[in-house]
């Protein structure tokens, strides 16, 4: 089990407008290939949609009386929220529900009312849309202490964050970073109620922002709790049943200290715990942190490249990796391999080659730690047969030099006369 740690993050845009867009599947000249699939469920008790192979799948709960009064082929029409008459086709029933298609575009509020021959029925409930800030080079984004997507002019990107009071510690020309590193930006103007941040990383075409997104502050000292009470509050859960537990954010010797005192206090049963380095100062206080945490009878240390990577660095990530490595090998400490691991397989999308070149130094650690996704079982095959074929070629830092298949085809030199 894993403790949250003091994570800054963002907080208090408020949600978007509860619409959801319904769309077929087309090519590039707008001809529908595949309409889209929607289910429709009672609103009473919805039931999930059965499994369907269809590109676009959308739910829909109505009244149950309503949906028993519809039989195959019948049209239920509608007007979406532009106003443009739409039109659905019941395909089949069962008591689950309705599967029905729409070969055009619509977009439905709370408010859209469906008519059929058994009658009309108002849609209930949507949920509402995440709302964002698009975010280019050159905006300025108002860190705010309090919740807010807006100034009160209604002219600047704000928003606010879940710790407003590690604000206070934050100094001019310090770096910001968002979303693990897909925002960035530097303190432009320091406020009593918020940060004036000048974006200087993002995509041109701008990056989302969006609520509970990560926060790093690298170029600051924050005065940031070991456990913070949601944690103390965890670990009484924790010591009952858990095997392991995670310590995120350890940046200093007493922050494991105080993880084994509450765990002694806890339970009498010896509970091993993973080191999380995922910070800068983490990083450099390492070597004592492993002296510290070597007198528990078992812990490992996890490289959580994600929020390292933006603490140190994305070009010095490599360099950091490789020494904690190093460090954990001479302390003979396991360690975790982790974040963005195959990811774009177990998104559900092909593996580029830098994540298969990086998923193949994995096999320097003792173990590797896969993100979930729907294609998460072909990436944990995928990482088998990787590690399977570089273990013959190296044992952890060390190259093994074995003898190799391409070698053995090289032609046999002609033998030449004396």
């Given at each position: 089990?894993d403790l ?16 959801l ?5 087309r ?11 929607v ?29 028993r ?30 599967w ?33 800030l ?11 202490r309090?919740?807010g ?13 879940t710790?407003?009071?590690?604000l206070?510690?934050?100094k ?6 968002f979303?693990?590193g ?67 954010f350890?940046?200093r ?6 993880l ?13 715990f ?17 002296l510290?945490a ?6 490992g240390?996890?490289i ?8 140190c ?9 490789e ?21 774009s397989?177990a ?6 080659r830098?994540?298969?070149?990086d ?45 190799l ?9 002609e033998?030449?006369?004396?």
């Amino acid at each position: 089990m894993d403790l949250a740690g003091a994570k800054l993050r963002t907080a208090g845009l408020p949600p978007g407008p509860s619409i959801l867009r319904i769309n077929p599947f087309r090519d590039d000249s707008g001809r529908v290939l595949m309409p889209a699939s929607v289910w429709l469920t009672p609103q009473e008790q919805p039931q999930p949609a059965p499994a369907n192979s269809a590109s676009t799948l959308v739910s829909l709960a109505l009244p149950a009386a309503w949906l028993r009064g519809l039989q195959a082929n019948n049209p239920v029409r509608f007007r979406d929220r532009r106003g443009r008459k739409r039109k659905l086709r019941v395909l089949s029933i069962s008591e689950q529900g309705c599967w029905a298609e729409l070969r055009k575009t619509a977009y439905l509020a709370p408010d859209t009312l469906f008519w059929s021959p058994a009658g009309e029925a108002m849609l209930q409930r949507i949920p509402r849309l995440e709302a964002f800030l698009l975010l280019r080079p050159g905006d300025v984004l108002q860190l705010n202490r309090y919740p807010g997507a807006l100034d009160s002019t209604g002219t600047q990107a704000a928003i606010g964050c879940t710790m407003p009071e590690l604000l206070d510690h934050v100094k001019l020309g310090e770096r910001v970073w968002f979303d693990d590193g897909k925002i960035g930006g530097v303190v432009e103007q320091v406020e009593p109620d918020a940060l004036l941040v000048r974006i200087t990383q993002a995509r041109a075409k701008g990056e989302k922002l969006r609520n509970d997104k990560g926060i790093n502050l690298p170029d600051s000292l924050l005065p940031l709790p070991a456990l913070t009470p949601k944690d103390q509050e965890d670990l009484a859960f924790i010591a009952q049943h858990a095997d392991m537990v995670g310590l995120s954010f350890a940046s200093r010797p007493q922050d494991v200290e105080l993880l084994q005192q509450r765990l002694a206090q806890l339970t009498e049963r010896p509970i091993p715990f993973i080191i999380k380095v995922e910070t800068q100062r983490g990083f450099e206080q390492l070597p004592a942190i492993l002296l510290t945490a070597m007198r528990a009878p078992g812990f490992g240390v996890m490289i959580a490249r994600g929020d390292l990577a933006v603490e140190c660095g994305f070009e010095r990530l490599a360099e950091v990796q490789e020494e904690i490595l190093w460090l954990c090998e001479a302390a003979h400490v396991p360690v975790i391999w982790a974040t963005q691991v195959l990811e774009s397989l177990a998104s559900g999308g092909l593996p580029s080659r830098a994540e298969i070149t990086d998923a193949a130094m994995g096999n320097r650690a003792e173990c590797v730690m896969l993100n979930k996704g729907p294609r998460v079982v072909q990436a944990v095959e995928t990482l088998d047969g990787i590690f399977r074929r570089m273990q013959g070629h190296q044992h952890k830092k060390s190259a093994m030099l074995r003898s190799l298949h391409v070698a053995q085809m090289l032609p046999e030199p002609e033998s030449t006369p004396l």
